[in-house]
């Protein structure tokens, strides 16, 4: 029996991006996706003195001890690659307000199959961890190459259940998932909101030694900003824990954007320690924008 016409398919998520998405991205970046891929799947090939552009990463700190002079270590790029897709899909991620038309799990969906049709199309391999927040992941998926791939990995998203309140988030154990079952050195894709129990930073430190990670935060503007729409209940997302406020008090809206404002410097210095780039991607905004502005960054970082 076959699905109703009004139900979304993996095929028809597909299509929809492939003529709204990629072909938009294929035209304003001219089918150059080193910007945003690089720095992924490379075999080590020598040694050489630490140069003052390098990137600290690089540096062989054995070597360096014996010499008692800094080396860094040089690659060649592999001609295929394996990127992988850690995704967090707790309650959070659920949200989602009348302006921006999106959930973030939404934005979270597109992104994903944007970024897997890409990297299928040259030829390379792409797998994903999926996290609901708790103690354990839910799925791993692994790397292979094709649409087919594609369509599966769309195909278990859809089917991914929307948990109801839990706990707080914790990505600690999304991070260490990844740790554990990525083996070969990979491109990694944290996808998240990053509305997380602390202690998520170690292993993102451990991750970017061994791979080349990207970090996508995942946001909502009612989320920064409340706006003066008089009294509500605020609920929270993860715990399911309500609040009644008045938005008319502009001292409890500019408390609300003061600690908006250090969650989102705290995240930055999280990021810049840890040597990750990080998209910051909003469900309002136009995803072809936001992957030539991901893009561009990355082109400036490595002048």
Not at 136 to 159: A, S
Not at 231 to 250: F, N, S
């Amino acid at each position: 029996m076959s699905r109703p016409a009004s139900v979304t398919t993996p095929e028809r998520i597909l299509l929809r991006l492939d003529w709204q998405v990629i072909r938009r991205l294929d035209g304003l970046l001219q089918g150059d996706y080193r910007s945003l891929f690089y720095g992924y799947g490379v075999d080590f090939a020598d040694l050489r003195e630490y140069q003052p552009e390098d990137d600290i990463r690089y540096i062989d700190w054995n070597v360096t001890a014996r010499m008692n002079w800094p080396y860094v270590r040089q690659y060649v790029e592999e001609r295929e690659l394996t990127a992988w897709f850690l995704l967090d899909l707790s309650p959070s991620m659920d949200f989602g307000t009348v302006q921006s038309q999106h959930l973030k799990r939404t934005v979270l969906v597109d992104f994903v199959t944007t970024l897997a049709r890409l990297l299928t199309r040259h030829g390379n391999r792409v797998g994903a961890i999926f996290a609901s927040g708790g103690s354990q992941v839910e799925r791993v998926i692994p790397p292979r190459g094709g649409r087919i791939q594609v369509l599966r990995l769309l195909n278990d998203l859809l089917k991914q259940p929307r948990l109801s309140h839990s706990t707080f988030t914790n990505l600690t154990p999304l991070l260490q998932a990844g740790l554990h079952s990525i083996k070969r050195r990979s491109l990694i894709f944290i996808i998240s909101d990053f509305i997380s129990a602390p202690g998520w930073e170690r292993p993102l430190n451990l991750l970017n030694r061994r791979h080349e990670v990207l970090a996508i935060r995942l946001w909502d503007p009612r989320e920064v900003e409340l706006p003066d729409i008089g009294p509500m209940i605020l609920e929270d997302a993860e715990t399911g824990e309500q609040l009644y406020v008045d938005t008319r008090d502009k001292n409890f809206r500019r408390r609300f954007q003061e600690a908006t404002s250090l969650r989102e410097a705290q995240l930055s210095q999280t990021f810049k320690q840890a040597g990750v780039d990080a998209l910051s991607l909003s469900t309002d905004e136009d995803l072809v924008r936001a992957i030539v502005r991901f893009a561009s960054l990355r082109q400036q970082r490595r002048r």
